[in-house]
Each structure stands twice: as structure tokens, then as C-alpha cells.
């Protein structure tokens, strides 16, 4: 067997380090169904809620404070009375568009796939 050359660790780890980063900001249950609902327009934090089934309020608003902080998700407070706030898409965010248009097609096609094959096989 070939021994691992240094080289291939170097671009093994090239090629782990920035996914691993990726996924450390886009962690969780529910970050990818925030970032589709708000890909889909702005939302209020109820529409969000009712949007995404059995996520709480409690970590709606933890996963927004998140997700704004990696400057994906723009909060904007509107002067109205009541106030009413609003959640946003950055263009940043933005930049995951066709990362979950790739997730999107491969998992339909996973899930096509895994359901056409007998039970046991």
C-alpha cells in the first residue's frame, strides 16, 4: 500500500478545513429551513414560526441572533406602531442559493431512491 504522501494529507486537509467551516456556521436542525424560508421573501418572526414545524420561539430566535451574527440573516426594525420587525436574506446569505438548490436535488433524488427499494434489501 502507498504511503500517504505529505502533499495529499495538505490538500485532504485544503479540502476538509473550509467544509468543516461551512458547516460549523450552517450547524444544526434548524439553520437550513430559516435561511429556505427567508430565501423566499422577508419574514416577520411568526411567519417564520408557523413556517418551520416544531421549531420553538425560543430557538427561532437563538438560531436568528446566530445566523445574523455570521451576517447571513439581516434583522431591520420598522418604526410602526406596534414595531414591527423584520428578517431578511443578505446578499451574503444569499450566496448559499445554490448550495441548497445542490442539497435540494440531491436529496430528492436520495429520497426517490432509498423509497424504490424493498423494505429488507
Not at 467544509?19 to 444544526?28: F, I, K, P, S, T
Not at 455570521?70 to 414591527?84: A, F, G, Q, S
Request: overall charge positive; aromatic content about 4%.
Amino acid at each position: 500500500m502507498k504511503k500517504l504522501e505529505a502533499t495529499d494529507h495538505k490538500e485532504c486537509m485544503g479540502r476538509i478545513r473550509p467544509v468543516n467551516d461551512a458547516l460549523d456556521v450552517l450547524n444544526g436542525k434548524w439553520k437550513l429551513p430559516i435561511i429556505i424560508s427567508l430565501s423566499m421573501g422577508n419574514k416577520r418572526f411568526n411567519e417564520m414560526e408557523r413556517e418551520i414545524p416544531k421549531i420553538t420561539a425560543r430557538m427561532l430566535s437563538k438560531e436568528l441572533r446566530e445566523l445574523e451574527m455570521n451576517e447571513l440573516v439581516k434583522r431591520t426594525v420598522h418604526d410602526n406602531i406596534p414595531v414591527v420587525i423584520e428578517y431578511s436574506l443578505t446578499d451574503y446569505g444569499h450566496s448559499l442559493d445554490e448550495v441548497i438548490g445542490a442539497l435540494h436535488k440531491w436529496g430528492t433524488q436520495h429520497r426517490k431512491r432509498i423509497m424504490s427499494k424493498p423494505i429488507g434489501v
